[in-house]
């Protein structure tokens, strides 16, 4: 874990899944839980190296990579979480992700393993947008909403800790299909983001960006690659297809060899966004014929 002290006692815990730890009055904040118990271990290490206790965690949204940890912490420490509604009845209930990747179908085994299912975990509180006290801790939630549905950042002084909204340039690379639950409003959140009014922003995975520049480097990158994936998407249907054909043409044109069905049930929501952006846009239609649900251009 490479930890970098973003401003005086805000801590940016870099790991696979980031965390974040705010330090005030001898009491600390921590927000996202990591993977598993061994990432919360680390982070809790930390704290105590610090000498600090934790006050609260906060849960930036149910992806099992940021909250999978969160249950390991509430044993052990009896700290209370906070999450984003909707969000907070999936760490409820973990088994939701799986359930939702596999289309509502009880889930196959290979989506009930930890990086898609979680240890259950009880939210204390529900938090919305806007300014929140926790003991010593000030800190502005943000709403983020595009990577997960109602996924939330929170800010403490002038960092921002962004979640999933923007991926480093590694992963852009690396995945293609990035993981998207609604393109309209990730496009709209990448959009704001630069224009937010923080010095750093720490996201859930690679480094913190600078405000100006920095920050707005990557939020570029990141809209041009959802909007490529929407204008694959929209090429794909040359001729109507199903969502499965769908897919393989895009994957293809990424160069993207999807090796397991995980990996195919993520990349499968990316562009179900896509089509669902572009049909609510009018530029695609859904169809079902002979028992195949097609999609088409819509002229
Ligand atoms: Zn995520």
Redesign the pocket.
């Known amino acids: 874990m490479n930890i970098v002290e973003l401003a005086p006692g805000i801590f940016h815990l870099q790991g696979g899944s980031n965390m974040g730890l705010v330090v005030r009055e001898g009491r600390g904040l921590l927000i996202d839980a990591g993977l598993d118990e061994d990432a919360a271990r680390r982070a809790l290490r930390f704290a105590e190296r610090e000498g600090v206790q934790l006050e609260a965690v906060f849960l930036t ?1 149910a ?1 099992a ?2 909250h999978g940890g969160a249950y390991f912490l509430q044993r052990r420490l009896g700290v209370p979480l906070y999450a984003p509604a909707l969000e907070a009845a999936m760490m409820e209930h973990p088994i939701i992700e799986p359930l939702f990747l596999f289309g509502g179908a009880a889930p196959i085994r290979e989506l009930r393993q930890k990086f898609t299912m979680a240890q259950p975990c009880q939210i204390a509180r529900v938090v919305d947008a806007g300014p929140l006290e926790v003991g010593p801790f000030r800190v502005e939630v943000v709403p983020l909403p595009g ?2 549905l109602n996924q939330m950042g929170v800010a403490v002084d002038d960092v921002l800790f962004c ?2 909204a923007v991926f480093p340039a590694e992963t852009l690379e690396k995945h293609k299909l990035i ?1 998207c639950a609604d393109m309209d409003a990730a496009q709209e959140t990448l959009e704001r983001l630069p224009e937010m009014l923080y010095a750093r922003f720490a996201p ?1 995975h690679g480094p913190a960006y600078a405000t100006g520049e920095e920050i707005t480097a990557i939020c570029r990158a990141n809209r041009e690659r959802l909007e490529q994936i929407r204008e694959r998407v929209l090429a794909a249907l040359t001729e109507p297809a199903d969502t499965d054909t769908i897919i393989r043409r895009v994957a293809d044109s990424f160069g993207l060899q999807v090796t397991t069905a995980t990996a195919f049930f993520l990349a499968r929501v990316t562009v179900l966004a896509a089509l669902s952006s572009l049909e609510r846009a009018g530029e695609a239609r859904a169809a079902v014929e002979g028992n195949r649900l097609m999609w088409q251009k819509a002229v």
């Open positions: 949204h992806h990579d940021h990577h997960a979640a999933d993981f859930g």
